[in-house]
């Protein structure tokens, strides 16, 4: 059974720091690309940082540059997302996701959410 379960989020004020873990398991989780997405109240789900299956490149949105980090252990099986210099707009739930695309079939996997609150 494949599973991704977030965690680390909550409540933080403006200029403060959160780290978010993702535990994967049910799955080879050295094969897959892993990303943190984030969905804001009314708005559409944003690609917030992704992490190549060996974990030698990363990308990140243009808002979360020089501020968010993501790395991953492929012997633990985690992604994590190091938040600072947080802001009000980082607000959102954020998500855990895992793909890969093998025979031009995409494999993806979601996680439950983490909720992030920024107050200013």
């Known amino acids: 059974q494949v599973q991704l379960v977030e965690s680390g989020g909550g409540l933080v004020q403006a200029g403060g720091s959160l780290r978010l873990s993702c535990a994967a398991s049910?799955?080879?989780?050295?094969?897959?690309?892993m990303s943190w997405y984030r969905q804001a109240p009314g708005k559409e789900r944003e690609l917030v940082a992704r992490i190549t299956s060996a974990g030698d490149s990363t990308n990140y949105v243009d808002s979360v540059k020089g501020r968010f980090t993501i790395s991953r252990d492929n012997a633990k099986n985690t992604v994590l997302l190091k938040m600072n210099s947080l802001k009000p707009e980082d607000t959102a739930v954020y998500y855990c996701n895992a793909f890969r695309t093998i025979l031009f079939v995409t494999q993806d996997y979601w996680g439950q959410g983490t909720q992030v609150t920024v107050s200013s």
């Open positions: 049910g799955f080879t989780f050295s094969n897959y690309v």
